[in-house]
């Protein structure tokens, strides 16, 4: 049985369609009501997704305040050029071996937050981002999959005149500052959908549809990302990946990100993130 995890206010739940269980309460206890710990519980969560239907519900997701899934991961990664279009809007040779580099882990925030804008070349980055479900350690990319909880939605907002103040770049601080990483609105299990290797991705600017691709472009696909990092170091539960963007950042034209800006980020079978920029 797949299953929908969301943070509601803090609390881990389960989600059916429009409606929102609290974890803690529907396993009697045994599921821990932070998000951060339940989520290295996922492996129980599908046997108590199939109980739903006989649950009754703590509230409607639309109503909910909802968190980031995971907000205090312990590692978050960030892959960088790999769409081969994003790879060469930014003028830069495709990858042989991924571009990682360190997306902090103070930077998360949910899925309806604000973007705490900072300088005056502030980037938007739709990305897919994996959620890790257990300790991983040289697991093969046959077998990666079984080893992610779910996939959720990423920003990786990024501030291009920080990240390039620097040479090499340091991509790690342009992508971290405060607030510039909103994920959500859901953490959904690979076996919800059809394909989780072929996602509709897109973003909008204030209604203006600036990105739009399939996650099937990526050059690094995510078993092979899992299996690369997983031979580098252990992951655990929670750890963050966000895969990359597609092409139509704002860089090549410096269309950059102002105040009030809505940016608008959704994955097919996941669902749509909304923040405004202050
Ligand atoms: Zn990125």
Redesign the pocket.
């Known amino acids: 049985m797949p299953f929908s995890f969301a943070n509601v206010d803090g609390r881990a739940c389960l989600v059916e369609k429009e409606s929102y269980f609290d974890l803690e309460r529907i396993s009697q206890g045994s599921i821990s009501p932070d998000p951060m710990r339940a989520i290295a519980q996922n492996d129980e969560f599908r046997e108590i997704a199939a109980s739903l239907r006989s649950q009754e519900k703590d509230g409607i997701i639309s109503e909910a305040t909802l968190c980031a899934p995971i907000p205090r991961p312990r590692n978050s990664f ?3 050029l790999n769409y081969k279009d994003h790879a060469e809007e930014s003028k830069m040779d495709l990858p042989t071996v991924p571009v990682v580099f360190t997306k902090y882990p103070s930077c998360i925030t949910g899925p309806f937050d604000d973007v705490q804008l900072r300088g005056d070349s502030n980037d938007y ?1 739709a ?1 897919l981002v994996v959620v890790i479900g257990r300790t991983t350690r040289d697991v093969p990319s046959d077998q990666a999959w079984s080893h992610i909880a779910g996939l959720t939605i990423g920003q ?1 907002i ?1 501030d291009r005149g920080l990240q390039l103040a620097a040479r090499p770049a340091h991509f790690g601080l342009g ?1 971290s500052r405060d607030t510039y990483g909103p994920t959500g609105p859901l953490l959904v299990s690979p076996d919800s959908f059809a394909d989780p290797n072929d996602l509709s991705i897109t973003c909008d600017v204030n209604g203006d549809r600036r990105q739009d691709a399939r996650t099937s472009s990526l050059i690094f696909d995510v078993p092979f990302l899992v299996s690369y990092l997983s031979e580098i170091m252990t992951l655990e539960a929670g750890d963050l990946i ?1 895969t ?2 597609p092409a139509g950042v704002g860089m090549p034209d410096s269309r950059f990100l102002n105040s009030g800006d809505v940016i608008t980020t959704e994955i097919e079978g996941i669902g749509v993130m909304e923040n405004v920029c202050r």
């Open positions: 960030g892959v960088g980055e990305e990786d990024s992508k966000f990359g963007t």
